[in-house]
């Protein structure tokens, strides 16, 4: 059973081009968190994701990000006319479905190291 | 709200010594703990959890932490460490309802000298 992926694993990108961040899930993995490390920092939670639906995204900036887990494919992380602000380590992580009510660990793919010049 | 504090950004201690990476959670409610580490350029991996029960834990590679409500600690032992320790360790705090985000802490990097 592969893991989380993610890809790219490293970016580059120029202040105001789009950056878009893809994350495939675990099998079987119905849920999606993606969290920001910046440089000496923790993650920090941005977005919690389920199947074509938003549960909680009061980590997500207000403006130029957004995130999407549709149906099919992978889930991606938006990032519209970056800033330099804006470098740092992208985590995704998914979790099977719910049990109980109960939660349920997450497994952390290897991340996406974005370097805005 | 939750919150996690992480004593000591940096760690070292001597291939063999007890680690000791320590932990302090805030949380309203019955919190589930974590511990992961991160090896350079590489993605969490869980050590190990607290969710109910034994509040001694036992996780991979040797380490254990145990949850002390009254002193709403986590701390992370280790009683030999070893070279592939080395490494940034994050303390971690979730809720219990379903699928809670992971609240975590600014990490501790541990430096094993030999």
């Known amino acids: 059973n592969a893991g989380v992926m993610q890809n790219p694993r490293h970016l580059v990108r120029r202040r105001g081009q789009e950056a878009r961040l893809r994350c495939s899930p675990m099998?079987?993995?119905?849920?999606v968190y993606w969290y920001r490390q910046l440089p000496e920092e923790g993650l920090k939670f941005m977005v919690y994701?389920?199947?074509?639906?938003?549960?909680?995204e009061s980590g997500m900036p207000k403006e130029r990000f957004s995130a999407e887990f549709p149906k099919e494919g992978p889930s991606i992380l938006r990032i519209q006319q970056v800033v330099r602000g804006d470098s740092a380590a992208y985590f995704c992580?998914?979790?099977?479905?719910?049990?109980?009510?109960?939660?349920?660990?997450?497994?952390f793919g290897p991340g996406t190291r974005l370097l805005v010049l | 709200a939750q919150s996690v504090t992480q004593l000591g950004s940096h760690v070292s201690v001597s291939e063999g010594a007890l680690v000791l990476l320590r932990c302090n959670y805030s949380?309203?409610?019955?919190?589930?703990l974590f511990w992961y580490v991160q090896y350079p350029n590489q993605g969490l991996q869980l050590l190990l959890k607290?969710?109910?029960?034994?509040?001694l834990v036992k996780g991979i590679n040797g380490f254990e932490a145990e949850f002390k409500k009254s002193e709403t600690s986590f701390h992370l032992t280790k009683p030999s460490a070893h070279m592939s320790d080395a490494a940034e360790y994050f303390c971690?705090?979730?809720?219990?309802?379903?699928?809670?985000?992971?609240?975590f802490g600014s990490g501790t990097r541990l430096s094993i000298r030999p």
């Open positions: 607290y969710t109910t029960g034994a509040t």
């Open positions: 994701l389920q199947k074509e639906n938003i549960i909680d």
């Open positions: 949380s309203s409610v019955p919190p589930y």
């Open positions: 971690a705090v979730s809720g219990r309802s379903s699928a809670s985000k992971i609240i």
């Open positions: 099998k079987g993995h119905s849920h």
């Open positions: 992580a998914s979790s099977p479905p719910l049990a109980g009510g109960t939660t349920e660990t997450q497994y």
